[in-house]
Nanobody, 119 residues
């Protein structure tokens, strides 16, 4: 069964960096829309970044210039200049059957990895 497994979360001070990794067990996922989402305490899950079949990336406004999504053997999210408001559970996701216009789309989820940013 195909799976998405995140790692790399942790606690960091404001201004620090983390790189999240998602181990993807199926080429089917890698050949579809992929992305990262996050859910802050008491809030709904929201999109952070996406990457399509051709490698085109998209970011929500608060991630632009600070976060970088990439894919190779794994899906990565490099996060720089972290802020306390970046705290939350981060999820790797794939949207099978779609190859572009990926931001915010997902029908397969990992279990999440916690990111905590202290001020």
């Amino acid at each position: 069964q195909a799976s998405l497994v995140e790692s790399g979360g942790g606690s960091v001070q404001a201004g620090g960096s983390l790189t999240l990794s998602c181990r993807v067990s199926s080429d089917y996922y890698m050949n579809s829309c992929m992305g990262w989402f996050r859910q802050a305490p008491g809030k709904e899950r929201e999109a952070v970044a996406s990457i399509d079949l051709g490698g085109r990336t998209e970011y929500v406004e608060h991630a632009k210039g600070r976060f970088t999504i990439s894919k190779g053997h794994t899906l990565l999210l490099r996060m720089n200049s972290l802020k306390p408001e970046d705290t939350g559970m981060y999820y790797c996701a794939a949207h099978t059957g779609q190859f572009r216009d990926c931001l915010g789309k997902a029908n397969n989820w990992g279990q999440g990895t916690q990111v905590t940013v202290s001020s």
